[in-house]
């Protein structure tokens, strides 16, 4: 049997903001609560914000995504912006199947591949926002002319900067996964400048944005939001007024049954009764209570000490060693897991493997290699 519910459901949300470079999508998107920064494109260093290093790959954007997400570190998380991270999806599909570029898989392959690890990627950001964390994604708009098959002439259309090709499906799948795709613009106006009324000026260029789908942009709201609205996040801050994320499992409290026999107190042993036989009296002579130990005063041995930073040979690709540094992974770790398959003995060099080898096995490949390390740290040595 299954339990019917009903009415409005409280959750956090999952937010798209897109629009031409330099509109501010990063400062608006600052402005949402508490967020940690994933800056993929490295253009928020003028905002004071908490950020998490610039990811290198693809595998270090879903570690910090699931680091996020597992430490409870924020209540909205923003990955500015998401068309930078797809280029780190399409490198490590290349990588992987060594490839120079997406189009050289042929036959729109390419594509279906990058489709399939993008909707992982946005299953594993739907797991952050059923963790109670808002998940904001950022991304450039780009201009294209659009010509519907059952009307004539083209028109021009704002879209998301995601995909070169006409046929791709990536911005398809990241607009129907949002709860919100809002679509910030400079909106100008065309005045004549003569009395024919034949020449024309662009004045004005306030910022709005724009919450409802129109012939000439994409965008959607689910909470009554006005079709054009100041590019302000005051405007839709009452919807994230009372997000929080969820709170870690609280441990189970112990049965009111137990903790009244816990609180009751324990009766006081009786003396031994007196007799005449000797043995038994110094059997019964009760012993000596135990020393109550003293206090630990000192306690500098037992400080929690930090393991050695991993120290990470020169020569070594910025995307490998970031992966490295941020699991505490040492090169022998590698080189040994790297033996154990039987690729390279165990004292070749890291700098030594071929570039393919170390984009599609070590970086393309992390997930899968990751386990086989952790399970070699556990040996003792």
């Known amino acids: 049997m299954y339990e ?20 501010g999508k990063s400062t608006f998107a600052a402005q949402f609560p508490d967020p940690v920064f994933i800056d993929t494109e490295g253009s928020t260093k003028k905002l004071n914000i908490r950020r998490f290093p610039k990811p290198t790959s693809w595998e270090m954007l879903k570690n910090e995504v699931k680091e996020a997400m597992n430490g409870r570190l924020c209540k909205t998380l923003v990955i500015d912006t998401i068309d930078w991270a797809e280029q780190l999806c399409i490198n490590s599909l290349c990588s992987t199947y060594q490839k120079t570029g997406i189009e050289e898989f042929g036959w729109g392959n390419g594509y279906v591949y990058e489709k399939e690890d993008f909707g992982k990627f946005l299953n594993l950001l739907q797991e952050v926002v059923d963790s109670g964390i808002n998940v904001v994604l950022t991304a450039h708009a780009q201009m294209r002319k659009f010509e519907q098959p059952d009307e004539l002439g083209a028109y021009d259309r704002w879209e998301l900067k995601l995909g070169k090709k006409t046929s791709s499906q990536i911005s398809p799948l990241v607009k129907e996964w949002a709860d919100m795709v809002l679509f910030a613009n400079y909106k100008t106006y065309a005045v004549a400048v003569d009395k024919d009324g034949k020449k024309f000026k662009a004045q004005g260029g306030d910022r709005v944005m724009y919450t409802t789908h129109h012939p000439c942009w994409d965008a959607k709201n689910r909470d009554g939001l006005p079709s054009e609205m100041p590019f302000e996040y005051s405007g839709i801050a009452h919807l994230f007024a009372y997000t ?38 110094q059997q019964a002579q009760p012993t000596a209570a135990p020393k109550a130990e003293e206090p630990l005063t000192d306690l500098s041995g037992f400080e ?45 060099p890291i700098t030594n493997y071929p570039d393919d080898f170390v984009q599609g096995c070590l970086i393309g490949a992390w997930e899968q290699m990751l386990p086989l390390i952790r399970e070699n740290q556990k040996v003792p040595f």
């Open 4 to 23: 019917i519910t009903s009415g409005v459901v409280s959750s956090a949300q999952k937010v798209v903001i897109y629009g031409p470079e330099g509109i």
């Open 244 to 281: 929080q994320p969820a709170e870690m499992p609280k441990p189970v409290p112990m049965p009111r049954r137990v903790q009244e026999q816990l609180a009751q107190p324990k009766a006081a042993p009786q003396p031994p009764h007196k007799t005449s036989n000797a043995v038994t009296l």
């Open 304 to 348: 929690d000490v930090a393991p050695p930073p991993i120290v990470i040979p020169e020569g070594i690709p910025k995307a490998l060693a970031d992966l490295m540094r941020a699991n505490n992974v040492s090169e022998s770790d590698i080189r040994l897991v790297v033996s154990q398959r039987n690729y390279f003995p165990y004292d070749t």
